[in-house]
């Protein structure tokens, strides 16, 4: 086992690296050169030799070096959509055998997000993979199987600030936060900041290491990008929700007597090297969002790789994400926010001079509640506010809402309040033409979404 030497400079990201890689019982680096893939010791970089960081500093299991090329060698002697193909099917099947999910599409999920953790910046976002259940619903063992596979897969159980800094920084890893209450132990950590930022090509975090060197010199910033997972029994927060697919984990009659083993997962995690060594300076076609908003945003990058990898599949996948947003917009809908737009449109009728009063919405949500459950004016306010409504006085100087029923439409509509058509919403995003002339028949799931009998989405 190597040991760390601290005259050596050490690396495990630069450009032309395809990943670290196990070589005689050592770590090296796998570098590709055009399409040739070779066993690298130590590189030159700046002028100065570096080395891949000693075994026991990385917190991973690393693949052979030597299968690597054998898989990237046979991968290229296949068309690039059998190879793609045959990866994706052995990943869907990787992980039926690991655990339940709550449909078969989610296992098309599951697949897509791994192979993106390879090629995660080629995109400028990564969605966060939240496994959210009561305990013993198989959320860590979900969590597991992703991890020994994923792209420097690490598994922790805490949120030490420094820990997760670095390995974002200096090793770019996937992470499995396996914790109970993963916001409370965020609050606890300080490290909202790099959870919320995860998820974002780009997004540092400043840190003051050494105050003594003064301001500005006493600034260290780090990189936190990185694909994510994490298992949680309570929900999350409302603001990393939105930047998270949530799998509520079903119960399962199945028995999964098999250990999962890190090290039983490693030929698959070899050959999802190899896709990373044939795909790493692919550049995606900037295809629309498949949904609006934040959603659209997340899930575009794992619409390019089913459309990439398994194009039959991309109904299917659609469909999944209709159902998550359908079920966003019904969460939505019981918020405090969606409430109070839900009065704001019931009291049009007492608009005066294009604006409504605040005193008047506030009377309206209190009606018929308990003296605990009501709400003054001013926390009603505070909530318009923070959605977007633009105050002012009326003529005897109360607070009130200019009326924007436009406005007002565009805000019920995201708080699944206000339905468009699923062909409309899908035509004005231009979706429709990521699609063949096959899937405008009457009865495709693709543009009529429905769920499987007996298989709950979410």
Request: proline share 5%; glycine share 6%.
């Amino acid at each position: 086992m190597s040991k760390y030497n601290k005259k050596k400079k050490y690396v495990a990201v630069f450009e032309g690296l395809v990943d670290i890689v196990s070589h005689k019982g050592e770590p090296a680096f796998l570098v590709k050169n055009g399409d040739t893939l070779s066993i690298e010791l130590k590189v030159k970089l700046d002028n100065k030799t570096h080395y891949p960081p000693p075994e026991n500093k990385i917190p991973w299991l690393l693949p052979s070096g030597e299968k690597v090329i054998e898989n990237y060698e046979a991968m290229r002697k296949l068309s690039e959509a059998d190879r793609n193909k045959g990866l994706y099917d052995e990943l869907v099947q990787y992980h039926k055998s690991a655990s339940e999910m709550p449909s078969e599409e989610h296992y098309d999920l599951l697949a897509v997000w791994i192979l993106h953790t390879y090629l995660h910046h080629s995109f400028e976002y990564s969605p966060i993979l939240c496994l959210y259940a009561v305990p013993e619903r198989g959320k860590s063992r979900t969590g597991k199987s992703l991890t020994y596979i994923a792209y420097r897969g690490v598994h922790v159980e805490s949120l030490r600030e420094s820990y997760v800094t670095r390995l974002s920084d200096s090793f770019n890893t996937s992470i499995f936060f396996d914790v109970m209450d993963i916001w409370k132990k965020v609050e606890r950590s300080g490290a909202e900041d790099i959870l919320l930022q995860r998820f974002e090509k780009g997004a540092r975090v400043a840190k003051v290491l050494e105050p003594k060197k003064g301001p500005i010199n006493d600034l260290v910033y780090f990189s936190v990008y990185g694909p994510t997972i994490i298992a949680t029994n309570i929900e999350t927060h409302k603001i990393l929700d939105t930047r998270a697919i949530t799998i509520n984990m079903p119960e399962t009659s199945r028995c999964f007597d098999k250990d999962l083993k890190e090290r039983d997962a490693l030929s698959l995690k070899e050959k999802l090297v190899a896709f990373k060594a044939h795909n790493m300076e692919k550049v995606f076609d900037n295809i629309p969002k498949p949904v609006k908003g934040r959603l659209g945003d997340i899930m575009r990058p794992l619409h390019s790789i089913i459309r990439f990898v398994c194009p039959e599949r991309e109904p299917a996948f659609l469909r999944l994400v209709e159902s998550i947003k359908d079920n966003r917009l019904m969460n939505k809908s019981e918020t405090l926010e969606a409430q109070i737009l839900s009065i704001v449109r019931d009291l049009k009728d007492n608009v005066h001079k294009g604006k409504l009063s605040i005193r008047e919405i506030a009377e309206k949500y209190n009606d018929g509640r308990s003296e605990k459950a009501k709400i003054d004016s001013r926390t009603i306010g505070r909530k318009l506010d923070s959605l977007g409504f633009e105050k002012l006085r009326t003529g005897n100087g109360a607070s009130a809402i200019l009326w924007d029923e436009n406005k007002l439409n565009i805000m019920l509509e995201r708080h699944g309040l206000s339905r468009t058509s699923v062909i409309s919403d899908k035509v004005d995003q231009g979706w429709m033409s990521a699609l063949s002339e096959s899937d405008f028949e009457p009865n495709n799931a693709a543009i009529a979404p429905k769920i499987d009998e007996g298989k709950p989405m979410f």
